[in-house]
Structures are given as structure tokens and as C-alpha cells.
């Protein structure tokens, strides 16, 4: 069966402000992209203005430095601008504490044929995936060969989510609001399909020092991931942080002989001369990914595969 783990190119342009859109190749498995040419950004970005306003990501429109830029990138999602009264307008400011005693408590696995049309399918995980508009945007592309499920912490922005695929009419996509720290393993330990990629995507970064066991990026998860992935299946990881982006690499670098980086088995998606993959492959970016770049923000990408 064929499919893409990647999505494919907008159909429309977008606006030059943003990034080209990788090319697509397809093989049975692992369909990588080759990437276009990538503007380097420049400078290291400080979350200068995501500290007044962290996480930004799922609430674009107040977003300071760049209004409207998501609702742009995500436009063919066509999503209603009004969503249930119960979910109320979202101005979510603060992170999470991801360790609070109440947020520790596992999800229960859902009854997948429940919420996939076709639980057999390869399978998606996006952790943190907060608005969820970079998992529909796939899903809406890849109706027939990809399950998506989101894992996010915030329940509102599950529910808006939830919301959202309800109005899109989309089969293929899922949001549960868990901590996923504490629910992975649990959760996807019982989906019937292959594993097959599993993204984190601009983490929250918990800056301090002490706070950096709130990371969403621990050996647990990582064990967990490996141990889940179909082989052959894939870990995108990124964040215009670049301490953050360390700590993650140096969590997934250390089981060498379960993953390997994406540059030593295809060429096709290059890095940099320290490692990080050049460009996006998904073909779209996701929220903070655009407000980061719109700030001038480098993004530190890797890419594994298991082997
Ligand atoms: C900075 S936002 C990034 C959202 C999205 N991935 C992006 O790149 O635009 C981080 C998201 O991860 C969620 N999050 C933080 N800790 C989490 C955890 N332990 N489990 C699940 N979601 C978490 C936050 O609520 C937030 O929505």
C-alpha cells in the first residue's frame, strides 16, 4: 500500500512572505521530500515576545508580530471563524505545568473504530499539537491513507479542535486531551495500525533551569516513542529554541541503535553543518514555526528513523 507520511504541496501559491513548499517523493514507505531552497532566517530567537504571550501558536489573531499570517498559511481549511459558545474565545497565556498532580493521570486509549473511519491506517502523532490546524491541513490532504491524532494538554483547544473536524467533515483525525508525558504509551500501545511518524513540534520551552523537567521531551516519552514506532517510522522534532532543540537531540541521539538520523539514510533532505534538517517537510509549517519565522527565528529540525 502506498502512502505519504508527509503531506503534499499547497495547491494554491502562498504569499511570498512565506516558506517555498518541499517537493514530494513517494516509496512504499517512507516518502521523504526533497526539500526546496530554504531562506536562512537568521538569528536566534529569543521568545521575546512569546514570554509576554507564551505559546502564541494556537491563538494567532493576537498575535502581536503577525497578525493573520497562520489564518493565511492555513486558508484552504476554510475554518468557520465562530466555534461553539461553550469554548468561548481562547487566550491561552500561560503554560502549563505539565507535572501538576492533576495532570498526571493517564488518558484511556479510545475505541479506535470510534474515531478513525479506518483504524488499520498508518498512523500520525503530533504532541503538543495545540490549535490542531497543522494536523487537519494534513489530514484533509491524505483522507484516505494517513490517521492523525493529536495529544494536547489545554482541553479547550481540544474541544475547539474537535469542533473544527466536525465542520470539516474529516475521518482521519482525532485530538485527546491528555498530558502526553503519562498517556503515550498507553494510548498508542493500543492503535491497531503502524506507528508511523510522531512529530514535536516548538515544545514549550520552560526556560528555566528548574523547569526543565517540565519539558514535554523525556526519556520515558522517548522510550515510549521508539518502542511504539513501526519500523521504518519516523520522529520530526523541531523548536526555534535552541537549548530546547539540544535537549530533545540529545534525548533522541542517544538510542543510536533504534534511530538513526534522517541525513545518513537519504541524502534528499540535507542539513545543515550541524546537523539540523535545512527545510520543513511537511509542507506546511505550523503556528509558532510561523511566528517564529515572521520574528526572523531560525528553526533547529532533526529527523529519525527507525531502523
Ligand atoms: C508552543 S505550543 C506549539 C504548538 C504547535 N506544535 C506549534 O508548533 O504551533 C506547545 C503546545 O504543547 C502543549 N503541551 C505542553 N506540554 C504538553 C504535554 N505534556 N502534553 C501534551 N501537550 C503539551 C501546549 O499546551 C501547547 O499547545
Redesign the pocket.
Known sequence: MAYSLYSSIPKKPLSSILIPSPKIIFNKHLPFVTPSIFPYLGSYCTWSVSRVSP?V??TDEHHHASPGLVAKEYSDLNLPEKFSEDVGNLRIRQ??N?LRRVLMIPAEAPNWKEVFEDATLPLMV?????SGR?LMWLAKRNTSSMNYLG????PK?VTRAEYWVNELGLKNVHFIS????VSFQRVISTYPGPLMLVSI????PHFKKKHHKRR?VQKPLVDAIVNNLAHGGQVFIQSDVLDVALDMRNYFNAVPDKLVHIDSVDPSLPCDSDGWVLNNPMGIR????IHAEFEGCKIYRRVYQKV
Do not use: K, Y
Open positions: 505559546c501558536a494556537e503554560h502549563v505539565p503530533d504532541i503538543g499539537s495545540g497543522f495529544l494536547e494538554i489545554r483547544l491528555t498530558n502526553a508525558m513540534l516548538c515544545p514549550d514535554v505550523t503556528e509558532r514555526e
